[in-house]
Each structure stands twice: as C-alpha cells, then as structure tokens.
C-alpha cells in the first residue's frame, strides 16, 4: 500500500463454519515490518479475535483511505475548462498471500471518462469500470491501470487546522476552529473573470468551488464565521433536533491552488458533553473537523480544561501524538492546563469522539468569584480611606510654613506689576496729550493732564513702599527683592524723564517754536525713555515668570 497516503483501516469481520453469520467488530491492527520488503510499501499486521481452526473460515473487510491520489491532468486549466484527474491504481490487489479469486469496481462520480486501461475481462457500466474477476493470483501479484475521468468534485485540503476547545463549568464548551484551505486541483491558466463567472457559473469556473458545509451538533449555538478582514456574512445556517448545519461561503470562489483562511467559533452546552465516571469527570466530543469532505493534512486539537484540573488522561480511537502545555487567560492564576493532540492526513472517517478524562474539585470554581470579591472589596476599603483621611500638609511643619511665606510673597509680586502697570498706563496718557498738543495747540488741556498723570504717580509711588519693605522682610525673597527694587528705580527714572520732555515739549508751545526745533531738542530725551521702557519691561516679564 502507499505509505505515506493510508490515512485509516476500519476492520469488520464476520466469521463461522459454512454460511458465515455477520457480525461487527474491530480488530487490532498493527504496523508490521517484514525484513526484504520494499519502504515504499506498508504492512499491516492484523490480530483475530481468537485463533483460527481448519475448515473455519474467516472475511475480513478491509478499508483504506487515500489522500493526495487523484491527481489533477491537465495540471492547468481556464476559468471555461472541465476538470480531469487521472487515478493510477492495481487491478489485482497487492497481497503477501496467494489469492484464488480477486475483482476490481471503480466508481466514478459520472460516466465521461475520458480514457482507461483495458485489461482482459474490463467491462464498463455507466460510471463504473470492473477489472476481473482474477484467478489464481501470486502474492504481490501487480497490475497497473490508470483512469482519466471528469471530477466536480471540491478538492478542498486544510493544510492546517487548530481546533481550541476550551471547557467551563459555568456550562459552556467553546469551540474555535483555524482553517489554512487551499484547492489542490488544477491551477486556473490565465486570468479569472468574475462576471463571466456570475453571469454563467456553470459552466464557467467548473473547477472551483465555493461553498463547504460543516456540520455542527446539534445545540450549537453563538456560532460566528469570520477571517483577517473581518466577520464575513455569507453564511446560512439551519437545525433541527438532531444537527446543525453551516453552509459557509468564502469571499472569493476557489480554483486550483489558490487559498483562504478563516475562522468558526461556536458554542456548546456543557451537559452535552461533560459526563462523570469512577470519581473523574470526561469529555467526550468529536476529533475531526466538522466539515464535510474535507481532507486535513496538519490537524491540531487543543482542549483546554478548567484551571486546577490534574489526572489527565485521553482515550482515541487511533494513533495520535499528544502533549501537554498550559494557558494563561483571565483571572488565571497557575494557568489552564491544555491537552494538545496531533494526527496527520486526517479524513472525515477520523470524525470519531475522543474521551478526555480528569479531576476537578467544585471548590475551584469558586476561586475567580472570590477573586473578583476580594478586587472590589480591597478597590471600596480604600477608595473609603483615601476619602477620609487627611493627607495634608501640617499646619504647624517647617514646610508648611515655607509655603504659607512664598504664597504671601507671590501675592506681594502680583501687586507690585499691577502698580507698575498702572504706572505705565499713566505714562502712555502722558505721551497722548503730548500728540493731542500737536494736533490742537490746546496748551491749558495739555497741562492739565500733565498735573493729573503727576498726583496719580504720587499716588501709586506711595502704594508701592510697604510693599517693598513687606518684601524685603521675607527670607524666601532674598534673590527677587533687588530685581523688584531695580524695576521700581528704572520705572522712577522713566516717569522723571517723562515730565522734562513733556515740561521741553509745552515750553516750545508756550515760545511759539517749531515743531522741528522742538523734536531736536527732545531728541536725546526721547531715546532715554525708549531705552528706559524697554528695560522696565524685561523686568516685569521676569518677575513674571516668577
């Protein structure tokens, strides 16, 4: 047999003396490996229930799944071709022992068959081709034949599938299954149209498929359909008491070598699957996709029992590579421990339930409530202390007191560039009346405000000394008091030199001079001021920044 190909052996027997009475039952089946033989063919060794006597007579019924044995011809073909694939088999069965008589029937899917090998006694019958019967065959008798015929079928392999079941005991099992899908048909040649493929889906794109059926059991429920880009809504669905079916629609129609990946995820009730036996608790759900006619060649299975579950034990009904591992999700503390089963080149004939046994106290289910409990209780005790307790500072602290004294010498600050600004402003209305004198000529207004800016200077200048000594007494003031003390001498110097260009200014009015006598004798004047503005203003932006 082709080694690498046999997926699974299925052994009923029936067995008596005479005409045999049919009975069912499984035998064990073992790899054997003979010395001198061929790597390239398997051997089976298989186990009778009990030995066999002369004259017994025992029919064995052996069945063999193949993958990846059709073969697509031509290997490329156009969105309009049919699709052909070639089978290349034996006519006479390969067997260790001499065989009396043997026959071959290859059903096809349909009866256009392209080409076959004709042997002596072939006969076709619509979709099938029977080879025999033989005669008196040797062992390892060989006859090679191939078959070229039409198939429409959906070659539809998942190179890998992880199947995540994860158990709770609040009554849910969640199942979440990746699939890497690819076509393994003939490559589409060319370009692929999709109106022509809409327009006239059949037979246009004959070689791709675009839909899958899985079928779910039958309280499935939450189910979704999703990939990368998001949930994907071309999907139906229909139960009844006894299944759940999913027809799902990829986002493209698939042609040969072309591939998709997606996700399903749907839940199940936990009485369904969970049973108890002997002081353990065993989960007993299927091993295979729930896909239908899908070929798997990387299948891994992942079952993900609830935290502090010990005792682990699987039972299969067939080979398969286990091992363990641990998952951390929410509220996990040791983590959840994980079962995790491999098989390669699995069919839909590995669909077979699979027991998973373990040990769990009901005790452990209460530890995420607690921990959830205890979180809120432990968030409200404190949100509570922190409410009413006092955090601050002490009135009577070294540190306390420091801050009291710096408040008081900001505020002492904030009043002195108010005074300052003021003073300014008294400035500016000064200068106007001076461009009010070039206007009108009016001398008795001008004068008039002249007198009114100096009681208001007057003023402000006596508001300004206790503030100054109020500043000077403060230790913390030490380095801002002479800046202070600077700003209020360049603003006295400012109003000074104010007063004799406006005292030069109404004089020249008074002497009936012109207006550019008047500018060249304030002229040096004038650039004092500016440059005495200038620098009460730095000031002031530096005290500012304080």
Not at 149 to 164: D, G, H, N, P, T
Not at 243 to 260: H, Q, V
Not at 261 to 271: A, D, H
Not at 344 to 372: A, C, G, R, T, W
């Amino acid at each position: 047999m082709l080694r690498h190909r046999l997926l699974v052996l299925l052994r009923p027997l029936s067995e008596g003396k005479g005409k045999s009475k049919r009975s069912l039952a499984n035998l064990s089946v073992e790899e054997a490996h003979p010395k001198g033989m061929p790597d390239s063919v398997s051997f089976y060794s298989v186990s009778l229930p009990k030995p066999l006597s002369k004259g017994d007579t025992l029919t064995l019924e052996v069945v063999a799944a193949f993958t990846n044995v059709l073969q697509p011809f031509p290997e490329k073909i156009s969105q309009r071709d049919i699709h052909l694939v070639m089978l290349q088999e034996s006519a006479q069965y390969l067997s260790p022992y001499a065989v009396e008589s043997q026959s071959l029937t290859i059903k096809l899917p349909n009866a256009r068959i392209e080409s076959y090998t004709k042997l002596e006694n072939t006969k076709v019958q619509g979709s099938e081709i029977k080879y025999g019967p033989y005669k008196n065959l040797a062992q390892y008798s060989y006859a090679p034949i191939v078959v070229h015929f039409e198939s429409k079928a959906a070659f539809a392999v998942a190179e890998k599938l992880v199947r995540e079941i994860e158990v709770s005991h609040w009554g849910n099992v969640q199942v979440t299954e990746h699939y890497n899908l690819v076509h393994r048909g003939a490559q589409l040649k060319g370009e692929f149209s999709r109106l022509e493929y809409q327009n006239r889906p059949n037979p246009q794109g004959v070689s791709a498929f675009r839909h899958l059926l899985a079928r779910l059991p039958p309280r499935a429920h939450s189910i979704y359909y999703r990939d990368d880009i998001g949930n994907i809504s071309t999907s139906q669905m229909q139960s009844d008491s006894k299944k759940t079916e999913l027809l799902i629609e990829p986002r493209f129609p698939l042609f040969g070598g072309w591939k998709t990946f997606f996700t399903i995820g749907y839940g199940l009730p936990l009485s369904d699957f969970l049973f108890a036996s002997e002081g353990k608790r065993f989960l007993d759900i299927s091993f295979g996709s729930p896909m239908l006619d899908l070929v798997t060649e990387k299948l891994i299975v992942q079952v993900v029992l609830p935290e502090g579950s010990k005792d682990i034990s699987v039972t299969t009904p067939f080979a398969i590579k286990q091992s363990h591992e641990i998952k951390y999700s929410h509220l996990d503390i040791a983590g959840r421990p994980v079962v995790v089963l491999e098989k390669d080149n699995v069919v839909p004939d590995h669909n077979q339930n699979i027991q998973v046994y373990y040990k769990f106290s009901n005790i452990n289910l209460l530890s995420e409530p607690l921990m959830l409990i205890t979180g809120f209780f432990v968030l409200f005790i404190t949100c509570i202390i922190y409410t009413r307790a006092d955090f601050s500072i002490s009135k009577s602290s070294a540190a306390y007191l420091a801050k009291l004294q710096w408040d008081e010498v900001l505020a002492t600050l904030q009043e002195v560039q108010n005074i300052i600004q003021k003073c300014l402003a008294a400035h500016d209305k000064l200068e106007a009346s001076l461009r009010d004198l070039s206007r009108t000529g009016d001398i008795q207004t001008c004068k008039a405000a002249r007198k009114s800016t100096d009681s208001l200077l007057k003023d402000l200048s006596k508001d300004l000394r206790p503030l100054l000594a109020s500043l000077q007494s403060f230790p913390s003031a030490s380095q801002i008091s002479p800046k202070v003390e600077e700003l209020v001498a360049k603003e006295k110097e400012l109003q000074e030199k104010l007063m004799a260009k406006h005292t030069t200014v109404v004089e020249g009015y008074e002497k009936k001079s012109s207006g550019r006598d008047i500018e060249n004798r304030i002229a040096s004047q004038q650039q004092k001021i500016v440059a005495l503005r200038q620098e009460v203003d730095d000031l002031l932006e530096f005290i500012d920044e304080i």
